[in-house]
């Protein structure tokens, strides 16, 4: 059974505090990893990885895979109350079209 | 305007009622899919459809039922044997042969009173 574990569930931080959030996969025949922000309602595009070590950057949030280990980090520098949030990554299982999501992380960044 | 569109936004609903949830999208994808998500968690999988008159079971599927008669268009009934059914259900599509990105609607709160 294809599965994704995020950590931590929730999150507190001061503004300014940089943050990393994790994400593990288990799934069928792997091709790509994905991060989604969901503020209130629709989740929205953050990144894809397909390969290790190479890191993603948009303004003050990164990414990056390591498919030894299995897993990705999201981190977030100097944190800002926009970005509270929940923060999901997915996983498409090789071949087929399932797409499966992670528990979330869900952080709240206090002024 | 490509879009992906999720009608009603909220809806209420008696105990023992069916109800349907409206997906369209526009954006020409092939594959289609229907989550469910609870207050402050991720989204679990219910149906997904990799192509017209063809869809799969995904994690959650108990208590819901889906048709894919049109491309375009991935209605979700809500059963009287869904057990919990009170939750946010979000649709989503993505293209077959590009990148794994899903487009998400913005969803719809199903209350049952």
């Known amino acids: 059974e294809d599965k994704v574990v995020q950590s931590p569930l929730s999150l507190v931080v001061h503004e300014g505090d940089t943050v990393t959030l994790n994400c593990s996969y288990e799934?069928?025949?792997?091709?790509?990893l994905l991060w989604y922000k969901q503020e209130k309602k629709a989740p929205t595009f953050l990144f894809m990885l397909t390969s290790s070590g190479i890191e993603k950057k948009s303004g003050r949030l990164s990414s990056i895979l390591d498919k030894k280990e299995l897993f990705s980090i999201l981190n977030i520098t100097a944190t800002q109350t926009g970005d509270s949030a929940i923060y999901l990554c997915?996983?498409?299982?090789?071949?087929?079209?399932?797409?499966?999501f992670g528990t979330g992380t869900k952080l709240q960044v206090i002024p | 305007d490509g879009g992906i569109t999720q009608s009603p936004k909220y809806l209420f609903r008696k105990e023992g009622q069916n109800v349907t949830l409206s997906c369209e999208q526009n954006l020409n994808h092939d594959a289609m899919y229907w989550y469910r998500q609870d207050p402050g968690q991720g989204l679990r999988l219910i149906y997904y459809s990799q192509i017209v008159n063809d869809f799969q079971k995904g994690d959650i599927a108990e208590g819901y039922s889906v048709s894919r008669e049109k491309k375009e268009s991935f209605p979700l009934t809500v059963t009287s044997a869904q057990k919990n059914p009170t939750a946010f259900y979000l649709c989503?599509?993505?293209?077959?042969?590009?990148?794994?990105?899903?487009?998400f609607g913005p969803g719809t709160r199903l209350t049952v009173l």
């Open positions: 997915a996983a498409p299982s090789g071949g087929y079209q399932k797409v499966t």
């Open positions: 799934v069928t025949n792997f091709r790509s």
């Open positions: 989503a599509s993505k293209a077959s042969g590009g990148p794994d990105t899903q487009y």
